[in-house]
């Protein structure tokens, strides 16, 4: 499934990249370290973390994208730097639990 | 075949320094003064003088005597002899003697502060030996200014641009050398070094899960050095066939290393947890990663990390 096609599901937004990707399974998680070890490359990543480490371990890590939970937004220097890594940053007013819950359907 | 070094060190200018901030303290009075100057013998009439004002578009022309400078004529002085009738008298019994001077070496943050103090339109600008050099006006530090700023920025698009080449080296196997200061504290420098890293094992058409083990290794060192070291120093070697990842801190130290290796195990303090550190998993997540490691600590040299990375999956015995 392409990571476009679960856009609307979840309310989200695009603040960087482009969807046209493909995902491949969720992780849920806020800490980093966490998602370095247990993430799947071409996972999304949902998570309530807006700091710019979350590009660095997305990039990292392959993921398909970053889902951030709770309205959160990241600023605007973290979205420069989500673009220049290429890392796909999506936005959602849902809470991390009711984002799983789409995600579990969806995936 | 000489290994290729970079140097990925935030630099400190990034922390609100501006470039222009920065600049006026780096370029000194002769980087912006005029050489090219236009002087008087004490004996020219101030008529000749203004004749020599009016055809050079200049304000103020200093009086000298074999480069020693004996005073100064500015326009000022000038309208006063018109208005008094002494435009005929020669420079020496108008001019003004002793000017306030500026010395080639001063810095633009004091040549700034010289002319908020004096309000003179032009100093004239003596070296060490006292020789008439230059002459500086405001405008001069203007020029300056927007000058270096510009070469500055094509200085930094050019090597923008070198950096983007090297990223497909033409030389599969030379080696490359990434090194990185590491501020205590500085969690938004960190990841510059590993992303560096994953372009140029990417270049290098590394297997992604070997090149994801390598950069892993380096953010978690650089990580561990942010949160919980005095600061430190990174360095990412890629070779032909390992990356070897060094991470030497300046203390305090791992008490009880045996412990820190432990998944779940973390002294973060509240900071670096609400940043999403803390889960106690770093340690364990780079020896998940590396194919040799060897951490040293001790609470009088601080921690030192070895970490290698083979690029092509060992070979089945
Ligand atoms: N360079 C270092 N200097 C001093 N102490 C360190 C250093 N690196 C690690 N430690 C200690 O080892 C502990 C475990 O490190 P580890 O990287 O596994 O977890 P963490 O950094 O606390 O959390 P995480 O890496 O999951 O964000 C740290 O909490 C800290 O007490
Ligand atoms: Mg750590």
Redesign the pocket.
């Given at each position: 499934m392409k990571l476009a096609d679960t856009l609307s599901r979840l309310d989200a937004r695009v603040i960087s990249g482009s969807p046209e990707v493909e995902v491949r399974g969720c992780y849920i998680s806020d800490?980093?370290?966490?998602v370095l070890a247990h993430a799947r490359p071409g996972a999304l990543w949902v998570t309530l973390q807006t700091h710019r480490n979350v590009v660095s371990v997305a990039a990292m890590k392959d993921v398909a994208g970053v889902l951030i939970t709770c309205g959160r937004q990241p600023d605007p220097a973290v979205v420069a730097k989500a673009a220049e890594e290429e890392v796909v940053l999506l936005s959602t007013p849902l809470t991390t639990f009711e984002a799983a819950g789409k995600l579990w359907e969806l995936l | 075949m000489n290994p290729r070094t970079e140097n990925l060190t935030p630099r400190r200018d990034a922390a609100g320094v501006s470039l222009a901030q920065a600049l006026v303290y780096e370029l000194r009075v002769r980087d912006a003064m005029t050489c090219r100057l236009r002087t008087a013998s004490p004996r020219d009439s101030l008529r000749s003088i203004q004749l020599l004002m009016k055809e050079h578009r200049i304000s103020g022309v200093p009086i000298t005597r074999d480069s020693a400078l004996l005073g100064l004529v500015s326009i000022e002085d000038i309208v006063h002899a018109l208005d008094q009738g002494h435009i005929n008298d020669p420079a020496e019994a108008r001019m003004t003697r002793h000017p306030v001077v500026m010395r080639d070496h001063y810095s633009l943050v004091r040549a700034v502060a010289e002319f908020d103090r004096f309000d003179f339109g032009r100093f004239p600008v003596l070296d060490v030996g006292d020789r008439l050099v230059g002459i500086i006006t405001r405008g001069d530090i203007t020029g300056a200014l927007m000058h270096h700023l510009e070469r500055r920025a094509e200085e930094a698009v050019r090597k923008e641009a070198e950096r983007t080449a090297a990223a497909v080296p033409d030389e599969p196997h030379r080696r490359f050398i990434l090194n990185a200061e590491v501020r205590a504290g500085d969690f938004d420098s960190a990841g510059k070094l590993s992303q560096r890293l994953r372009q140029i094992l990417r270049a290098r058409g590394v297997e992604p899960s070997i090149r994801r083990r390598a950069t892993i290794i380096a953010y978690?060192a650089e990580?561990?050095?942010i949160?919980?070291?005095l600061g430190?120093r990174l360095t990412a070697t890629v070779g032909a066939d390992r990356v070897t990842i060094e991470?030497v801190?300046q203390?305090?130290?791992?008490e009880d290393l045996d412990l820190?290796?432990r998944e779940g195990?973390?002294?973060?303090g509240p900071l670096?947890r609400k940043l999403?550190?803390?889960?106690?998993?770093?340690?364990?997540?780079?020896r998940r990663s590396t194919d040799q490691l060897d951490i040293k600590?001790d609470l009088a040299n601080?921690?030192r990390?070895h970490a290698e990375v083979l690029l092509q999956p060992a070979r089945a015995p």
């Open positions: 800490l980093l370290s966490d | 978690e990580t561990n050095m949160i919980h070291s430190g991470a801190d203390g305090p130290g791992i820190a290796m195990w973390s002294t973060a670096a999403g550190f803390g889960a106690g998993m770093g340690l364990p997540n780079i600590s601080g921690t990390l």
